[in-house]
């Protein structure tokens, strides 16, 4: 008869095998599915701006004096070219891939001991996280996002903050345009013209977007200002909470100042709002070397 302990080992066995293919099944769903997260995004994005354009804008239009229509008209438009530049962008820019053996000799790259993935075998340096549904390593990886079918890491995170930021202001541009519409005599009556149907489409969805984003940016801003990944945060859980406990304020240690922080991100930049412009300036790191709070290695003279 078996024993308790060979029972309990069986049972953590199965249960383990479980996890694992579940954890493969979810990867393998996420992999096959990716295009149609990009097709669902990229259609609620479009029928928003086109029931915009079409409906909303010219009912808006008749109520406002010449010099307000230009304005929102070029706001309109400012806001749905860098919405769609960043998503765009976001998708084409590969996130940065560790750098091949052929290319390095030995075990050192750049003063840095090269450790190696399990996974896919290639050199994983410093911030470095192998992505199971890309099935490859990735630089500063930050996680994997089905909404652009691919990883965020070092190379398109600025892409993907510039996104969010574009798209809760285009959305909350929208919610308040339909709120004005509320005031407009005779656009919302008891039976419901097509332009006031698309303005309650257009105020649900992008309400609602609005305060998803607002939670998910607010965010992204706490783990930039502190130059944390997502997975870097969560790694820190243990070290943050010691600190705390010693009385102690903790410093993530690639954490080197707010200023060059943004530089490792969006690279140079001499004013803050030059950071919101569409641009495709080089990065002052390479993604595989990184300054910390003591090392010898200085972004600031790079
Ligand atoms: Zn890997
Ligand atoms: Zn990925």
């Keep these: 008869m078996p024993s308790l302990h060979w029972t309990l080992h069986c049972v953590k066995e199965t249960f383990l095998d479980f996890c ?21 995004c990229s259609s609620l994005t479009v029928s928003v701006a086109v029931a915009y354009f079409w409906f909303l804008l010219p009912a808006l239009l008749r109520s406002l004096v010449r010099p307000l229509v230009v304005l929102h008209i070029l706001l309109s438009i400012l806001l749905l070219f860098n919405i769609l530049f960043n998503y765009v962008m976001c998708m084409l820019t590969p996130p940065g891939e560790p750098p091949t053996q052929k290319l390095i000799s030995g075990t050192e790259y750049a003063g840095i001991h090269l450790r190696f993935c399990r996974k896919c075998g290639c050199i994983k340096p410093p911030r470095a996280h192998h992505c199971s549904i890309c099935q490859k390593c990735v630089l500063r990886m930050d996680h994997h996002c089905p909404w652009i079918n691919g990883c965020v890491g070092f190379r398109n995170y600025r892409y993907f903050l510039l996104f969010l930021f574009y798209m809760l202001l285009g959305a909350l541009y929208a919610t308040a345009t339909v709120s004005y519409m509320l005031f407009i005599p005779g656009f919302f009556t008891s039976s419901l013209s097509r ?3 698309v303005a309650v489409y257009i105020f649900i969805l992008c309400l609602s977007v609005a305060i998803s984003l607002l939670i998910l940016l607010g965010w992204h801003l706490y783990l930039v200002a502190t130059s944390q990944t997502t997975i870097e945060f969560y790694e820190n859980r243990e070290k943050r909470r010691s600190s705390i406990l010693a009385g102690r304020k903790y410093i993530h240690e690639y954490d080197i100042g707010f200023y060059y922080n943004l530089k490792t991100i969006f690279g140079s930049y001499q004013h803050l709002w030059q950071l919101l412009l569409p641009s495709c300036r080089p990065l002052p790191v390479d993604g595989c070397v990184w300054q910390t709070v003591d090392s010898r290695f200085d972004i600031s003279v790079v």
């Design 20 to 40: 694992l293919f579940f954890d493969s099944h979810i990867d393998r769903t996420l992999r096959k599915s990716g295009p149609l997260y990009v097709f669902v």
């Design 195 to 197: 332009e006031a149907k």
